[in-house]
């Protein structure tokens, strides 16, 4: 019986709500997080755009500034041609995430910018995009 107690006690905290760091995300104080993709595998781009998307209905999408940089081959989820894709990176741009892909990137893969998804923003170096949101305070996550 002792058990019992013991395993009730010890499964409440395992689905204890997420506590909020001050200050709390609000309109004025947004959570600003920034993703890497530099994968092409099926598996990789669908876990990114479902971890963003994640993130976003947990947060609201008033409460959160969100970009995701594409470079090296990860550019693959910016490009046209990846149709169901390119829905979901559409659905995302919808809630305000910002999709950046690398210039640097498109020269060596000979990628034109109406190859990308409309609404895709071009930087000169993704990697120098993402160096930049995470020294002005920006939270990068690498799912």
């Not at 010890?10 to 890497?36: C, H, W, Y």
Request: hydrophobic residues 45%; negative net charge.
């Amino acid at each position: 019986m002792r058990y019992i107690y013991i395993l009730l006690l010890l499964s409440s905290f395992m689905f204890g709500d997420t506590e909020f760091a001050e200050p709390k995300p609000s309109f004025a104080n947004p959570r600003q997080i920034v993703f890497a993709i530099t994968e092409d595998s099926p598996h990789a781009l669908d876990h990114i755009l479902s971890v963003a998307n994640n993130v976003l209905e947990f947060y609201g999408t008033d409460n959160v500034e969100m970009e995701i940089v594409a470079y090296s081959i990860g550019i693959k989820l910016l490009l046209k041609s990846e149709k169901e894709i390119a829905k979901r990176v559409d659905a995302l741009m919808q809630s305000n995430v910002v999709f950046v892909a690398c210039h640097n990137t498109m020269k060596t893969k000979n990628i034109k910018e109406e190859d990308l998804v409309e609404g895709s923003v071009v930087v000169t170096a993704g990697v120098v995009e993402l160096l930049e949101r995470v020294k002005s305070g920006w939270i990068y996550i690498k799912p």
